[in-house]
């Protein structure tokens, strides 16, 4: 008898290849390899923004102590009106008038409206409307 080999109608199952030792060494180099560059960028990155930081608080401190020192000979030159004197003579600045400024403090209770001194154009006509 003649025998009949029957073939399989299954298909094969597919070969997964599986990666071989030394390439998952190469891999595993290579990502260690990119870790640690991404790591070394980085910490140079913050020690840049570093430095810039204490070089603009260093300029901050600069900056404060020079109006210090401003503030200091401003007090130490005497009198106010000595420095309203030398800044309208010898700067040329011009000394503010004295105008009537209105402003309403609101509170929830109570509103009063506090008025200073003299008059303006502009009070009295706020008032008008009213």
Not at 115 to 122: V, Y
Request: neutral net charge; aromatic residues 10%.
């Amino acid at each position: 008898m003649a025998e009949k080999t029957v073939r399989s109608t299954r298909r094969k199952a597919p070969v997964i290849r599986k990666i071989s030792r030394k390439t998952g060494k190469v891999f595993m180099i290579v990502f260690l390899v990119m870790y640690l560059a991404l790591g070394i960028y980085e910490r140079s990155c913050i020690i840049s923004l570093d430095t810039e930081i204490r070089a603009l608080e260093e300029e901050y401190r600069q900056a404060v102590n020079y109006n210090d020192d401003l503030q200091t000979k401003l007090l130490s030159s005497g009198s106010i009106m000595e420095v309203e004197r030398y800044a309208v003579e010898v700067l040329g600045m011009v000394k503010p008038q004295a105008t009537s400024i209105s402003y309403v403090i609101y509170d929830k209770n109570d509103t009063d409206t506090i008025e200073t001194a003299g008059g303006s154009w502009f009070a009295e006509w706020i008032s008008g409307l009213f």
